[in-house]
């Protein structure tokens, strides 16, 4: 298994784009991609879910996950999400990640099912066993209704090496550290939850998984370098610099408001698949505000 100390850092959720046809836009997304390596981001993620996994057809999950791997072409890390509420389906997803030159594949936990800690470990231990790359637990409770608990990592990462690291968009910080002390310090624990970016970094976290990063990549990744390099009051005026944007991508459900906001910048067509839906006029209109904070729009 690969070094793994290089998947540090602000990793990119990209976003799906969909032209006007409701069709996956490939070209938009390797602008996208560009963009964000061209501003400094460590590395890009997608299909998790700021990229819709759950409104993709398989066959353009697949693609989406070709076209990433393809069009970084080794420029930083690439993480791949492969995970879903379907076993066999996460088997298969996965084994195509590391078929497709993967850096590593980014596995959520089951949402719906509902299982039981012991579910969890074993549906976890055979995807982990079934191949050769790291896999990034996606603990993410207030979407799959489940919390996967720290014990359960650190039974997880005894049973199998290339567990490496969880992303915990999980709003009881208390687990973080636990994670850590069970798991061990060099465990990565990656924030995704956009206003504990920084503190994650304080408490010894490897990075952030962050959907801001789709709007402010240099800034995100401005904000690992700056603790990187023990800078850290520069680091903390940063995160309260970027703290109104974090609030507002989350006013509605992910990624509503950030489509919304990319389509402002001219970045994609800002379509969304049922059963979401754009936010209406008004909070548009406070999404704009907040962009013009930020210089982004005028």
């Known amino acids: 298994m690969q070094n793994v100390d290089r998947l540090r850092g602000s990793i990119c959720p990209m976003v799906t784009p969909f032209n006007e046809r409701d069709e996956v ?22 299909t998790g879910t700021t990229g819709e996994p759950t409104s993709l057809t398989l ?11 393809e069009h970084v072409a080794g420029r930083a890390p ?25 850096d590593a594949a980014l596995v ?6 509902k299982p039981s800690q012991e579910g969890l470990f074993q549906h976890f231990r055979r995807v982990a066993e079934s191949v050769d ?24 990462r005894e049973a199998c090496p290339n567990v490496v690291g969880v992303k915990e968009s999980n709003k009881n910080f ?20 956009e206003t504990l970016c920084y503190p994650i970094l304080a408490v010894g976290g490897a990075g952030f998984i962050s959907a801001t990063s789709n709007v402010l990549p240099r800034e995100m990744s401005e904000l690992y370098e700056l603790v990187r390099d023990g800078r850290w009051q520069e680091a903390i005026d940063l995160h309260y610099r970027l703290l109104p944007l974090n609030d507002a991508l989350f006013w509605e459900t992910n990624p509503g408001p950030l489509k919304t906001v990319l389509g402002m910048m001219g970045k994609i067509h800002p379509a969304l698949r049922l059963p979401l839906v754009p936010p209406n006029e008004e909070m548009q209109a406070k999404l704009r505000e907040i962009l013009r904070m930020y210089q982004l729009v005028e």
């Open 25 to 46: 836009d490939e070209a938009k997304l390797r602008e996208l991609i560009d963009w964000q390596l061209e501003n400094g981001t460590h590395g890009i993620s997608v």
């Open 108 to 113: 959520i936990v089951p949402y719906y099912n």
């Open 78 to 102: 690439v993480i791949l999400g492969t995970g879903s509420n379907n076993h066999k389906e996460t088997l298969y997803l996965t084994k195509r990640a590391e078929e497709l030159g993967a």
């Open 133 to 156: 790359i790291p896999i990034i637990v996606y603990n993410i409770p207030g979407r799959t209704a489940v919390n996967m608990e720290p014990e359960t990592l650190a039974r997880l």
């Open 174 to 193: 208390e687990q973080v550290s636990h994670v850590l002390k069970l798991c061990g310090r060099d465990f990565l624990v990656y924030s995704g939850i």
């Open 59 to 69: 066959e353009e999950r697949e693609r989406v996950m070709a076209v990433a791997v």
